[in-house]
DNA sequence: AGCTCATTCAACCGATCGGTTGACCACGCG
DNA sequence: CGCGTGGTCAACCGATCGGTTGAATGAGCT
């Protein structure tokens, strides 16, 4: 009964729970120190001046992000890595990188016209509406 | 020049904010509407049900981040996407992603080192097993 | 069988979060 | 001048969070 299907959330869901995850201090060290191979709960607790419950509840929040599986050894429960998450964040983190950063470059062209000219029929970039995620 | 100075976090202090900020779906939606243009708070505020105030309280939690950026209007308060902020999550992301998966082929050859010993006739089948969860 | 180590479950606690409502301030305009 | 508009501040509320302690489960070792 401790393993549910786990029914993957949609992904907008999904990196609510990946940034939730990450937001966390501890949570992010936990997740550079399992770049340098997999380790067990108590071997990640050692550090940390909290107990290894609380860690324990960490690993569970990275392992429902999807961050983070783990495997049985004996009684010990390996934590592994998952790269294929990051992608998900680099993809949205990009696309509004890019857009953001085209607009910035379209408005400075925009502010040279306007400098170059004088007063040109544009307000301004007024924008308002439009733009939809998903 | 409303408030005090605003020390800037340090940078692991701020990506907690950066990803708390973006944990949120409605801050995620209003991160992405930004990217096509700057807008103000009703403006912001109009397709969600909750209250103009909730709207402003998470605009302040993005401003907090770094994420956007304010200008007076007169009454007005447009807020503008600050996109350099992205780049400090990229960089983090980027850093463990690619070890994670620079391990991740480590442990391949590793595996398939092992496996080669055992089983020496076949001349590696060369079936890189991908990760499936992308 | 016991014992011990590794991990999780369960209940609880204070702090923070996302939301509300109501009052308040800062403009610009008639 | 008064008034409406755009936005924020303040207090409150229920839910969740990160942490604790204490007890339970699971799997090896004599």
Redesign the interface.
């Known amino acids: 009964m401790t393993s549910a299907p786990q029914p993957v959330p949609e992904p907008?869901?999904r990196?609510?729970l990946v940034?939730?995850a990450?937001?966390?201090?501890t949570r992010?060290d936990i997740?550079?120190r399992?770049?340098?191979?997999d380790a067990t709960v108590n071997e990640l607790a050692e550090p940390y001046d909290v107990s290894v419950q609380a860690v324990s509840k960490h690993i569970r929040v990275l392992e429902d992000a999807?961050l983070v599986s783990r495997t049985r050894d004996a009684q010990r429960r390996p934590c592994h890595?998952?790269?294929?998450v990051?992608?998900l964040?680099?993809k949205?983190?990009?696309r509004?990188?890019r857009?953001?950063?085209d607009?910035?470059r379209r408005l400075d062209a925009v502010l040279e016209q306007m400098d170059a000219q004088d007063a040109p029929p544009v307000p301004t970039?007024?924008?308002?509406?439009?733009?939809?995620?998903s």
Do not use: C, H, N
């Open positions: 907008d869901q990196l609510s940034f939730s990450l937001a966390d201090p992010r997740v550079a399992l770049t340098a191979g999807g890595l998952e790269a294929g990051f992608d964040m680099t949205w983190i990009e509004y990188r857009a953001a950063e607009r910035y970039p007024r924008t308002t509406k439009e733009a939809d995620a």
